[in-house]
């Protein structure tokens, strides 16, 4: 059987050609980026852990700002502070002519109480109530023209630095999280681990993810390219990433650094080879974000709206049949009475 072929016409339409002389398409993409800088960004962040793992000294860290109040003592004899309800911070950074809206999430930490029953169910429907505040705007007959996306972009799920393995809870908060959300691990205050025990850590949770099909963030994509794939396959090499906050200036070797000084030493939350918190302010702001931002839209939001409007289809097939057909003889009878109180003008 021969080969169909293209007619002449999509035949030239599929080769690409090269205009003779300038005509300025080119400049699609200058004008995208006048577009887009002129609305600005957003991008949505939670943060889900135990209480004092520093999530929100992490978070200024990795922005260069003050953007949460840290939760931690100030003092020693200072009383623990804690989360006590999902707390939501809104703040517009701008770098360069690039404005940012940071939205960022800060939950209770979980497993604190007695009965840790469910305790990840705030977390979850925090997250699922702001797919449903979408839809239902999506959806709307009047709806705005710049939807405000609330969705959650990025999951950042701190991990105590124990250095044995993941405690069961946190193995079931991962698999309720990672069904909505991108999630991306970080093992909180790795200084207080040697090197060698992180390493021997990291790959133990490593396989821990394997074992229970978690599925962390970068997904495995078939639309990446070749460099796409191998910063991927880097990043995966790093998570979970073993990283250390600090918003304190300090200085070493008369240079001034953030980090963090205690009796053995000065850490460097910028040097690489004390921990991993470079690789990930460069995963989340210099190389993943729009990705983080594309991936919850295509895949978790869809996902959700494709069972939500399922959902809708079946309940209204359910109500349309659960009406009494008219028989022919009864809807007869009906047109009858309608015509007679038409005549008589009631």
């Not at 906050?245 to 000065?266: A, L, T, Y």
């Amino acid at each position: 059987m021969a080969a169909a072929t293209l007619p002449p016409q999509q035949q030239q339409a599929s080769t690409p050609v090269t205009p003779n002389s300038h005509v300025g398409f080119d400049t699609i993409t200058s004008q995208i980026e006048r577009k887009l800088l002129k609305r600005g960004f957003q991008f949505n962040v939670i943060c889900v852990g135990q209480t004092g793992l520093g999530k929100s000294t992490l978070i200024n860290t990795i922005f260069a700002s003050h953007l949460i109040d840290s939760k931690g003592r100030l003092a020693p004899d200072a009383p623990t502070r804690s989360t006590t309800e999902i707390q939501t911070v809104s703040h517009v950074i701008q770098e360069d002519k690039v404005r940012l809206r940071l939205n960022i999430v800060d939950t209770p930490g979980y497993g604190d109480q007695v009965n840790n029953d469910k305790c990840w169910d705030p977390i979850v429907k925090y997250i699922k109530d702001q797919y449903s505040a979408y839809l239902r705007k999506e959806l709307s007959a009047q709806r705005e023209r710049y939807i405000q996306d609330t969705r959650i972009h990025c999951c950042l799920f701190f991990i105590q630095p124990s250095g044995h393995a993941l405690k069961p809870i946190d193995i079931v908060v991962l698999r309720k999280l990672c069904a909505v959300v991108n999630v991306v691990p970080v093992i909180a205050k790795s200084d207080s681990m040697t090197l060698e025990e992180r390493q021997e850590f990291k790959q133990r949770i490593r396989e821990e993810f394997a074992f229970h099909r978690l599925n962390m963030f970068p997904y495995d994509d078939g639309e990446y390219n070749d460099e796409e794939a191998g910063i991927n396959n880097q990043i995966k090499s790093l998570i979970p990433f073993a990283v250390v906050g600090s918003e304190k200036n300090i200085s070493v070797n008369g240079k001034i650094v953030r980090g963090r000084q205690n009796r053995w030493g000065v850490i460097n939350v910028e040097d690489e080879t004390h921990c991993d918190f470079v690789a990930l302010r460069n995963f989340l702001t210099r190389t993943h974000l729009q990705d983080l931002i594309e991936t919850t839209s295509h895949i978790h939001y869809e996902s959700f709206r494709a069972q939500q409007l399922n959902a809708l289809k079946e309940t209204t097939a359910a109500s349309h049949s659960g009406s009494r057909p008219i028989s022919p003889s009864a809807d007869r009878e009906l047109s009858r009475h309608s015509q007679r109180v038409t005549m008589n003008g009631y």
